[in-house]
Nanobody, 129 residues
C-alpha cells in the first residue's frame, strides 16, 4: 500500500525556519519523482519544489527559490523540505506527492500537480507573529 506521510508543520514567526519531512512506503522510491505542494483555502494547489528520482535535478517555484531546499534520503525513504526565511505568504497546508516516471524521465521532475499519482494528507505551516 502506497503511503506518503508528512510531518514537521508548525507555527513559526516570520524569518524563522522549518523542516518538513515526508515518509514514503509501499513503493520503490527510485522510480518516482517527488514534489512538495502547498495550498491555501480558495486557491489552487501550488507546486513548490520537486526532485527527480535520480536526485540529479530539482526545481523550485520562483516564490521560494533561494529559501527552500528539497532533498531525498534513500536510507530511510524520506524526502525533506527545508524552509528558511519564512514569511506569512508561506502559510499553507503542505503536501508531498509521488510521480511514477518512465526510465527516460528519471532525471526530470515536475511541479505540475496533474503529473502526480500519490499524495500525502498534508501538514499545516503557519507563519505569524
Amino acid at each position: 500500500q502506497v503511503q506518503l506521510v508528512e510531518s514537521g508543520g508548525d507555527l513559526v514567526q516570520p524569518g524563522g525556519s522549518l523542516r518538513l519531512s515526508c515518509a514514503a512506503s509501499g513503493f520503490t522510491l527510485d522510480y518516482y519523482g517527488i514534489g512538495w505542494f502547498r495550498q491555501v483555502p480558495g486557491k489552487e494547489r501550488e507546486g513548490v519544489a520537486c526532485i527527480s528520482s535520480t536526485e540529479s535535478s530539482t526545481s523550485y517555484a520562483d516564490s521560494v527559490k533561494g529559501r527552500f531546499t528539497i532533498s531525498k534520503n534513500m536510507a530511510n525513504y524520506t524526502i525533506a523540505l527545508q524552509m528558511n526565511s519564512l514569511n506569512p505568504e508561506d502559510t499553507a497546508v503542505y503536501y508531498c506527492a509521488a510521480d511514477r516516471l518512465t526510465p527516460d524521465n528519471w532525471s526530470l521532475c515536475s511541479r505540475d500537480l496533474n503529473d502526480y499519482d500519490f499524495w500525502g494528507q498534508g501538514t499545516q505551516v503557519t507563519v505569524s507573529s
